[in-house]
């Protein structure tokens, strides 16, 4: 079963494979492309078909790679001599420097297990407990001296970076001369799910394309077509989702809800009890969960804030809330007044930014639901 999709595999981006063919045949692709969106959306699995579409040695008029080329052959595999991978990894020792070369066949199984992935599935496939994944300084080395080299059998060498939010800004400035003036024949392909932590310094070097959502009938069509959804869910798990068959499918399996979404409601509901006791046994127990997984749900919790505000001063159209769950929504809405909202915001900031910073997580818990308890109205 081929790793990389076909382009007719991607969903809603048929236009945007059709640029990139039209600028690879004129030979006006740009040296450096960052495409954006959102984690589990359409931008990584775009990103494997350009780097076919770009090592391919026989594309179709259409632009679009033959599919039985030796090149595509190993594009399917992921193990093109001429395509490098760079993702964020965790240090195994420290002392010892490490690149992506080193994780490059558990990044494979995690794409062929997930062609829509998020980066929990990555920690998860590290088990990267309470580290967090960085593109190390060694990266930019490898890939000074990788691009040195001459292309093994193509005209091209593709640089495919997931996630060059996570360079450290050593290895970032190291980059800064290459992605400038690449040797000829390199392309680099970023794909970036928050382009706003960036260096500008590297965004400035970067042509931003950022990847759309998939269209509510096209999502629809697949979910029914081929995941045998019934028409009704389909339309509640689109509309859920926004364009994002990752959270389609998390939000099928899991019964209409996200695993953070629930947990962010449970967190924002506590408050509501007026006692102490409760909420500092609450902190007590998130202080038991590895760090990124406090900060995922501190990560969250602006998300579901969003939807309280639509559901107390918005039509139902913009509410992307199961209905399980609209009622308990509703409660914690009636308790939040308008008013308040920018201060929980700047709350939920302070917080995550001490988490961060290894502050002690029962005690930043604690006064945070403390402080909603202030704010929520009797």
Same mark, same amino acid.
């Given at each position: 079963?081929?790793?990389?999709?076909?382009?007719?595999?991607?969903?809603?981006?048929?236009?945007?494979?059709?640029?990139?063919?039209?600028?690879?045949?004129?030979?006006?692709?740009?040296?450096?492309?960052?495409?954006?969106?959102?984690?589990?959306?359409?931008?990584?699995?775009?990103?494997?078909?350009?780097?076919?579409?770009?090592?391919?040695?026989?594309?179709?008029?259409?632009?679009?790679?033959?599919?039985?080329?030796?090149?595509?052959?190993?594009?399917?595999?992921?193990?093109?001599?001429?395509?490098?991978?760079?993702?964020?990894?965790?240090?195994?020792?420290?002392?010892?420097?490490?690149?992506?070369?080193?994780?490059?066949?558990?990044?494979?199984?995690?794409?062929?297990?997930?062609?829509?992935?998020?980066?929990?599935?990555?920690?998860?496939?590290?088990?990267?407990?309470?580290?967090?994944?960085?593109?190390?300084?060694?990266?930019?080395?490898?890939?000074?001296?990788?691009?040195?080299?001459?292309?093994?059998?193509?005209?091209?060498?593709?640089?495919?970076?997931?996630?060059?939010?996570?360079?450290?800004?050593?290895?970032?400035?190291?980059?800064?001369?290459?992605?400038?003036?690449?040797?000829?024949?390199?392309?680099?392909?970023?794909?970036?799910?928050?382009?706003?932590?960036?260096?500008?310094?590297?965004?400035?070097?970067?042509?931003?394309?950022?990847?759309?959502?998939?269209?509510?009938?096209?999502?629809?069509?697949?979910?029914?077509?081929?995941?045998?959804?019934?028409?009704?869910?389909?339309?509640?798990?689109?509309?859920?989702?926004?364009?994002?068959?990752?959270?389609?499918?998390?939000?099928?399996?899991?019964?209409?809800?996200?695993?953070? /979404?629930?947990? =962010? !409601? &449970?967190?924002?509901?506590?408050?509501?009890?007026?006692? +102490?006791?409760?909420? #500092?046994?609450? @902190?007590?127990?998130?202080?038991?969960?590895?760090?990124?997984?406090?900060?995922?749900?501190?990560?969250?919790?602006?998300?579901?804030?969003? /939807?309280?505000? =639509? !559901? &107390?001063?918005?039509?139902?159209?913009?509410?992307?809330? +199961?209905?399980?769950? #609209?009622?308990? @929504?509703?409660?914690?809405?009636?308790?939040?007044?308008?008013?308040?909202?920018?201060?929980?915001?700047?709350?939920?900031?302070?917080?995550?930014?001490?988490?961060?910073?290894?502050?002690?997580?029962?005690?930043?818990?604690?006064?945070?639901?403390?402080? #909603?308890?202030?704010?929520?109205?009797?």
């Amino acid at each position: 079963m081929p790793i990389v999709p076909k382009p007719s595999d991607l969903l809603g981006q048929e236009h945007l494979v059709a640029h990139f063919a039209s600028q690879i045949v004129a030979g006006e692709l740009p040296h450096a492309i960052l495409l954006t969106g959102e984690e589990g959306g359409e931008a990584f699995p775009l990103s494997l078909v350009l780097a076919q579409q770009v090592l391919c040695e026989e594309l179709t008029p259409e632009g679009v790679p033959c599919g039985h080329c030796h090149s595509c052959r190993q594009m399917a595999e992921l193990q093109h001599p001429d395509l490098t991978l760079v993702f964020p990894i965790i240090k195994a020792q420290e002392g010892k420097e490490y690149t992506s070369e080193m994780m490059l066949e558990p990044f494979r199984e995690l794409i062929a297990k997930h062609p829509r992935f998020t980066t929990l599935e990555w920690r998860e496939q590290l088990d990267a407990g309470n580290k967090q994944p960085q593109i190390m300084v060694a990266e930019a080395e490898r890939l000074i001296h990788n691009t040195s080299l001459s292309s093994f059998k193509s005209r091209y060498q593709v640089i495919l970076i997931w996630q060059p939010e996570t360079m450290r800004t050593e290895t970032a400035n190291k980059l800064l001369k290459l992605l400038e003036e690449p040797p000829t024949g390199v392309v680099f392909i970023m794909v970036s799910h928050s382009p706003h932590r960036l260096l500008p310094t590297i965004i400035s070097r970067l042509q931003k394309v950022a990847v759309p959502k998939i269209p509510e009938p096209t999502l629809i069509k697949y979910l029914v077509e081929q995941k045998g959804t019934a028409d009704e869910e389909a339309r509640e798990l689109t509309h859920l989702a926004q364009g994002n068959l990752y959270k389609a499918l998390q939000l099928k399996e899991g019964g209409g809800l996200f695993k953070g /979404e629930m947990e =962010a !409601l &449970r967190f924002l509901q506590l408050p509501l009890q007026r006692h +102490p006791k409760p909420l #500092l046994e609450a @902190a007590q127990e998130y202080a038991k969960m590895d760090r990124p997984e406090v900060i995922s749900l501190l990560d969250a919790l602006p998300m579901l804030l969003r /939807e309280l505000l =639509a !559901l &107390r001063y918005g039509s139902d159209d913009v509410v992307f809330l +199961p209905s399980k769950i #609209l009622a308990e @929504a509703h409660a914690i809405s009636m308790a939040l007044p308008l008013e308040k909202y920018t201060i929980v915001m700047d709350e939920l900031t302070d917080a995550k930014l001490e988490i961060i910073q290894n502050g002690n997580i029962t005690m930043v818990l604690f006064d945070l639901l403390l402080t #909603l308890t202030r704010i929520y109205q009797k």
